[in-house]
Structure formats: structure tokens, C-alpha cells
């Protein structure tokens, strides 16, 4: 069994996909950002950096994984799907993954901060980040254009990308002419593990969780 410690972001919904995917039992637990649930020192000794997603494997020890990619990985590695074991393959899968997370994911969530959240309207910051994010919507749409997923097959790559991209219009970017981007989006909205994970855990509205997690970040 695994604990899931989660809330209604793009990065949360990165491991509900993958346990739906996976069909891997799982224990929710969905904290609240307005209470600091992620700041407790019980939280705290699961996640040291006091974010969200985090796991704790129950039948493997307690094991505690944070960091969204690498749940992915462990995930993968664990049950041996969503990410082929040969050297070529397994690297091409985390090229992709290390693009969301050291790119798509960044760059997405400041524009997100900016053009969404802070005091002031301040047009640099907003330019920059919402185009940043959009040329890299434009390389994943180049990507999308030779291959069906972004490592070949569908991945955890694909998993860790989408909901970030799922939420294009409320970071102001644009997905017009995107063609293959747009193609693949549709594809992973159509999977019902994908749909049940986006629904973990149920919320009134995406944005409003967003919106806490940006206010909690800003007050740190």
C-alpha cells in the first residue's frame, strides 16, 4: 500500500496519474495549504522541504519518496512499467522527465506566480516566463511531431508533463498551432487513469488550489 500526501496542483496530480495507471493501491491523504499541513513536523519527516506530492511505501518499510520526479521513477522502477529497462530507452524517458522538471515545470510555474498571483502587475517577469514556457510548449510540439509520446511510448515523461500543459490557459499560453501538442494533450485526456487522477484529490475548482499553493510559496 502506498500513503499519498498530495493536494490539487499539476505536480500532485504527476503521481494520482501514475498510481491510477499503475493500479497500485493507495492511501490518501490530501493536506491543506491554508492550515500548513505541509509544514508539520509529521509531514516534515517525510518531505524535509514541506511540498507536496509525497509517498511512503508501507510494504517496503516505511520507504518515504519525495519530489515528484522521483516518485515517477520509483513508481517505474517498482513496478516495472512506464519506463523501459534498457539504457536507451530508460535514458530517453528521463531526458523528457528532466525536461519537465527542470524546465517546463519552473518556467510554467513562475509565469503562473506572476501573471496570476503577485501584487503587482509587473509585464517583464510575465513576458518572459509565459514565453519561456511557450517556446518550450513549441520544442515538446517538435517532439510530438516524430513520435506519438515523448520517449516513443507512453511514459512517465508523458505523465509529468501533462497536467502542467492541462493548465496552459491559466498561466496565459497559448496552445494555438501547436498542432502535435495539441493531438497528444487530447490523447492523454482521453485515458480514464488519466481523468481519475485528475481528480485526486476532488476539488471545487483546479485553480483555487493553485492559487493557495502560489500564496504559500510567496509568504515563505
Given at each position: 500500500?502506498?500513503?499519498?500526501?498530495?493536494?490539487?496542483?499539476?505536480?500532485?496530480?504527476?503521481?494520482?496519474?501514475?498510481?491510477?495507471?499503475?493500479?497500485?493501491?493507495?492511501?490518501?491523504?490530501?493536506?491543506?495549504?491554508?492550515?500548513?499541513?505541509?509544514?508539520?513536523?509529521?509531514?516534515?519527516?517525510?518531505?524535509?522541504?514541506?511540498?507536496?506530492?509525497?509517498?511512503?511505501?508501507?510494504?517496503?518499510?516505511?520507504?518515504?519518496?519525495?519530489?515528484?520526479?522521483?516518485?515517477?521513477?520509483?513508481?517505474?522502477?517498482?513496478?516495472?512499467?512506464?519506463?523501459?529497462?534498457?539504457?536507451?530507452?530508460?535514458?530517453?524517458?528521463?531526458?523528457?522527465?528532466?525536461?519537465?522538471?527542470?524546465?517546463?515545470?519552473p518556467m510554467q510555474g513562475q509565469a503562473n506566480v506572476f501573471f496570476r498571483y503577485f501584487p503587482q502587475k509587473l509585464q517583464g517577469p510575465i513576458d518572459r516566463y509565459q514565453h519561456e514556457t511557450r517556446r518550450l510548449y513549441e520544442v515538446l510540439d517538435r517532439r510530438l511531431g516524430e513520435a506519438e509520446y515523448l520517449a516513443g511510448d507512453y511514459s512517465i515523461a508523458d505523465i509529468a508533463t501533462y497536467p502542467w500543459v492541462h493548465i496552459h490557459d491559466w498561466s496565459g499560453v497559448s496552445i494555438d498551432g501547436l498542432e502535435n501538442l495539441q493531438r497528444w494533450a487530447g490523447a492523454l485526456e482521453s485515458r480514464p487513469a488519466v481523468q481519475r487522477g485528475m481528480l485526486v484529490p476532488r476539488r471545487e475548482v483546479l485553480e483555487d488550489s493553485v492559487v493557495k499553493t502560489a500564496q504559500s510559496m510567496l509568504v515563505q
Open positions: 500500500m502506498i500513503d499519498l500526501y498530495t493536494a490539487a496542483t499539476p505536480n500532485g496530480h504527476k503521481v494520482s496519474i501514475a498510481l491510477e495507471e499503475l493500479q497500485l493501491p493507495y492511501s490518501l491523504h490530501a493536506l491543506s495549504f491554508e492550515r500548513k499541513e505541509q509544514k508539520t513536523p509529521e509531514f516534515l519527516k517525510i518531505n524535509p522541504n514541506g511540498r507536496i506530492p509525497a509517498i511512503v511505501d508501507r510494504d517496503n518499510d516505511d520507504f518515504a519518496v519525495f519530489e515528484s520526479g522521483a516518485i515517477l521513477i520509483y513508481l517505474a522502477e517498482l513496478t516495472g512499467q512506464l519506463m523501459p529497462q534498457d539504457p536507451k530507452g530508460r535514458s530517453r524517458v528521463l531526458q523528457w522527465l528532466m525536461f519537465q522538471m527542470g524546465g517546463v515545470g
